[in-house]
């Protein structure tokens, strides 16, 4: 018998798949081949038509399984981790194939010398210090360079793209002061920004309740988004109230990139604390009103009613100005110390989105000193409960112990506002997910099947189609992805396969880190990244930059 010549063969053909495209469009059956790292062909109902199947060098059955584009994750926090943990799998195992990096304001790119330093300070609590990561780049460009070169030239375990934190720039051209820029200043990072975005940057993330982005005027922020525009990026704002001041705050959002003619990306889109019980529908009919005129607009959620940040962020903007050395001075003064407490407990700080701060709806998540581990899962009046001391007391004492590392869970989210938020037309996925800590937010690794788990098939609040399209086709389409995020010929094979009826999150806030069941294959340019439910050595992640 002569040997098979496979020269025209494909890779890998998976048989009988459920394909759910990404589009929103109905299910259906198929045989799906990929060659060289994209989808090849696409057989419809090739088993009852009895038309010629594709073949490969290997054929698989996934009868009963749901084949899908790789998850889009729009709002992660793995800067630093894509580069110090090769495995990845709190984003692998649930079928991510893409994160989007650079969040909220802040990152590591572009800086000098000194912003750097401060920067790893400052979000210390979102990344670690990063005593484990070589920081052998400086702009946007050699860091999605060093993205693409990864382990030993391997790459990545996900691909990932980069907004440039706006926070980051004026940081490096302005400093941590609570001012306005000078022309000069304002014309220098209008500089940086373009130079990002030619390197790569897909976009720009502001973190307005953070500082030092939060010191930026709308106009200088209008200015901003315009250069972004210019090279075909969107803005991505953590907008300056997800409390007291949430409507406005996003009506801000929304007006200033309207003005400036730049794509807006809202940043995990919730309603928060008591104030906004009940008010997605208002909030939803303001985008809608948007819209409906013509603006750009998307936005992303994560399928929880806790947030996740830093102790330190619920701070006043003012005792953070002048960067973290100036805040641990502050806070080791008494007299100072004493404003901020007021700022925070009675009249309701703009770090703390204008709420008066409820100690017992803030738990400690995650320390860098490993003296303090205690605190880790409890909420600081507990904490302060067991030290017999007023709350204040124990949040100051870790700020200062912990050198503002520490993280929290916020426990201020209603589950209506999350369902309503997220049935919507222009809403994607998003985990929102901080890696660091004992005890994570465990959206960081359960975000997308608890999705698939929970809205979907226990609830049903979103079809199989269409949460599927939100966390792949739609996403896509923001990062203006031509060939990502959609099951189609031509295409690139990020994809993954679960089961329906199966699914779930693993991850729990008793057992964050635990990993998803039912996704037991998971595939990134056509190489599997999870086989047979375990982690490959794969690393076909690379940097996706702006087309």
Not at 175 to 189: C, F, I, K, S, V
Not at 287 to 316: M, Q, R, S, W
Not at 331 to 351: F, M, N, Q, W
Request: proline content about 6%; aromatic content about 6%; glycine content about 10%.
């Amino acid at each position: 018998m002569d040997p098979v010549d496979f020269a025209d063969f494909a890779d890998l053909v998976l048989r009988d798949a459920e394909v759910v495209d990404g589009t929103g469009a109905p299910s259906y059956r198929a045989d799906v081949a990929v060659k060289d790292g994209r989808i090849v062909s696409i057989v419809k109902e090739a088993a009852a038509a009895g038309c010629q199947r594709p073949r490969a060098r290997r054929e698989m059955d996934v009868e009963g399984l749901v084949l899908a584009p790789g998850f889009i994750d729009m709002h992660a926090h793995s800067d630093l981790a894509l580069l110090r943990d090769p495995d990845h799998s709190a984003k692998v195992a649930q079928g991510v194939t893409l994160e989007v990096v650079g969040q909220d304001g802040l990152s590591y790119a572009p800086v000098d010398d000194r912003t750097l330093e401060e920067v790893r300070r400052a979000i210390t609590g979102w990344n670690g210090p990063g005593d484990d990561v070589d920081f052998d780049w400086r702009s946007v460009g050699e860091y999605l360079d060093r993205l693409d070169h990864g382990f030993d030239g391997r790459g990545i375990a996900v691909n990932a793209a980069y907004l440039i934190p706006q926070g980051t720039v004026r940081a490096l051209v302005v400093g941590w002061e609570d001012r306005e820029a000078t022309p000069e200043e304002l014309d220098r990072m209008r500089q940086v920004v373009a130079e990002g975005m030619e390197q790569g940057a897909v976009g720009m993330s502001s973190g307005l309740t953070y500082t030092p982005g939060m010191y930026a005027s709308d106009a200088e922020l209008t200015e901003l988004c315009r250069v972004v525009a210019a090279h075909g990026g969107y803005w991505c704002p953590h907008h300056r109230s997800y409390g007291a001041g949430a409507l406005k705050a996003y009506e801000e959002v929304v007006t200033l990139a309207r003005e400036a003619g730049c794509p807006l990306h809202l940043a995990h889109a919730t309603l928060n604390f008591a104030p906004n019980k009940g008010r997605a529908p208002e909030l939803l009919a303001l985008l809608d009103d948007a819209l409906a005129a013509g603006a750009d607009i998307t936005f992303d959620t994560y399928p929880y009613t806790p947030g996740c940040t830093t102790l330190a962020a619920l701070l006043p903007s003012w005792a953070g100005e002048g960067g973290p050395d100036a805040l641990l001075a502050r806070l080791a003064d008494e007299t100072v110390a004493e404003r901020i407490r007021h700022d925070l407990e009675v009249t309701g700080s703009d770090g703390c989105h204008g709420v008066p701060v409820e100690w017992d709806t803030v738990e400690i998540s995650g320390v860098t000193d490993p003296s303090l581990a205690g605190y880790v899962g409890r909420t600081v009046r507990e904490c302060a409960d067991r030290r017999g001391e007023a709350p204040w007391a124990t949040a100051r004492r870790l700020l200062i112990e912990d050198r503002l590392g520490t993280t929290v869970l916020q426990h201020v989210g209603h589950e209506e506002n999350v369902r309503e938020i997220m049935r919507h037309r222009v809403h994607t996925g998003g985990s929102d997910g901080i890696l660091q800590g004992a005890r994570p937010h465990p959206r960081a690794y359960g975000t997308f099947p608890h999705y698939l788990a929970r809205y979907v098939r226990e609830l049903g609040v979103l079809s199989l189609e269409e949460c599927v399209a939100h966390l792949t086709g739609r996403p896509a389409a923001r990062l203006r992805l031509p060939d990502r995020g959609v099951v189609r010929e031509g295409h690139r094979a990020d994809l993954v396969l679960f089961d329906p009826a199966t699914v779930a999150p693993g991850a729990t806030f008793e057992q964050p880190r635990a990993l998803p069941t039912g996704i037991p294959y998971v595939l990134i340019d056509g190489r599997f990244v999870i086989e047979d439910g375990r982690r490959t050595d794969v690393l076909a992640g690379r940097a996706v930059r702006r087309t």
